[in-house]
């Protein structure tokens, strides 16, 4: 009995611990028709309540997979936001989905309805039905990614950002994408990408395209190209989903040592507004409060270290007891800032009053107290 017990709660866990996908169909007055959608939750969605950026994948009768998978993968690491992921599947519709008028290359008839269905029924259910935030991901490949570009035309777009894998571009859309990329207003990110055995067309195309974005200059459309070596039009996506996801999701991943060498240590200024900023950013972008890492702490600390600009512990200081107010790092960096700045006695007190505090990020109680000491017989106090 107790065995089958602790393989009930085993099995209870485990499902706690893996992404929840779940199939829902869908009936759309847009359509006519009910249409399967594939929902992926984050891992503890049910014990949480935070709200998740969504990200739409387009046919989702293969595209769905790979996409949840990576950001499942990537959310587990930190390296992005917990995401829900909404897969709407398009196997034997594609052409009508995407169905667009030769006179200007805009949605009509079925594409117009697939159109109204995911922008008037889809969107509005899954914001209804899941916690979600108002940060959206559309991606496509082939017919849908050249679709997807349709949300970008709104007066205000649907998404916040665009994967655009192997576009099959209508005539006027890169006119189109041209004209309304320079003039965006809100954050936009942009990813794009072909590979050297795509389809001739598609390839020298979707390259034009990207030559013509390049030259754009919009501080609000964060963009980015790549050409794979390799793979064909239906490998692509395999290999351009996690650079897609590391593209946008750039700053909210830890600070990496490149960050580190080629950004910290070279700013003029304070790396602890450097690190506000950071996570101000995150929040402005994605709408999601990241309690900074102790990672970060531990890169601007050493970057303070490494230039020896020991003011700036102080603010750093302040800022980890705000992030970690019942732990030592902040008494830790203060007490730095003091013993560095010609304030040895307060060091030794704020060094001092941290035994009390818990430990964190390898700093120990037996160490504050050992910086406490030493300053003690250095200075006879």
Not at 21 to 35: A, C, D, H, Q
Not at 174 to 187: A, G, H
Not at 307 to 323: H, I, M, Q, T, V
């Amino acid at each position: 009995m107790k065995r089958i017990l602790f393989l009930f709660v085993g099995l209870f866990i485990t499902s706690n611990l893996v992404a929840q996908t779940i199939y829902k169909e869908l009936n759309s007055e847009k359509l006519g028709e009910t249409r399967q959608i594939k929902i992926q939750l984050p891992r503890n969605y049910d014990t949480s309540d935070k709200k998740y950026p969504v990200i739409y994948v387009f046919d989702a009768d293969y595209l769905f997979e790979p996409v949840a998978g990576n950001v499942d993968y990537y959310a587990y690491w930190e390296d992005i936001p917990e995401a829900i992921v909404i897969g709407i599947n398009q196997y034997g519709l594609r052409e009508n989905d995407c169905y667009y008028s030769e006179q200007n290359s805009l949605p009509v008839e079925t594409g117009a309805e697939f159109f109204e269905f995911i922008s008037m029924e889809l969107v509005p259910f899954i914001n209804k039905t899941f916690r979600t935030e108002n940060f959206k991901v559309a991606v496509g490949h082939g017919m849908s990614a050249n679709f997807i570009n349709y949300y970008l035309l709104k007066g205000i777009p649907l998404f916040q950002s665009y994967i655009v894998l192997s576009p099959e571009l209508a005539p006027d859309m890169p006119k189109y994408l041209t004209e309304v990329i320079s003039r965006l207003e809100q954050k936009t990110f942009y990813y794009l990408a072909t590979t050297t055995d795509d389809a001739k067309g598609i390839q020298e195309q979707t390259e034009a395209l990207s030559k013509s974005l390049k030259a754009i200059d919009n501080n609000n459309v964060l963009k980015t190209f790549d050409t794979f070596e390799g793979p064909s039009h239906y490998t692509l996506p395999a290999h351009a989903i996690p650079k897609a996801l590391e593209s946008i999701f750039l700053v909210f991943q830890p600070i990496s040592k490149n960050e580190y060498k080629e950004t910290i240590l070279k700013l003029e200024g304070n790396p602890v507004d450097y690190l506000v900023e950071k996570y101000q950013m995150i929040d402005d972008l994605f709408g999601i409060q990241k309690p900074i890492l102790i990672n970060d702490f531990k890169a601007i600390e050493a970057a303070i270290k490494k230039n020896e600009n020991w003011d700036y512990f102080e603010d750093l200081g302040k800022l980890a007891r705000k992030e970690y107010p019942e732990t030592l790092l902040g008494n830790y960096y203060l007490g730095r800032f003091y013993e560095e700045t010609g304030s040895p006695k307060k060091a030794m007190k704020t060094y001092q009053s941290a035994y009390v505090l818990a430990e964190i990020a390898g700093i120990t109680k037996d160490q504050v107290l050992e910086l406490a000491e030493q300053i003690k017989a250095d200075f006879g106090y």
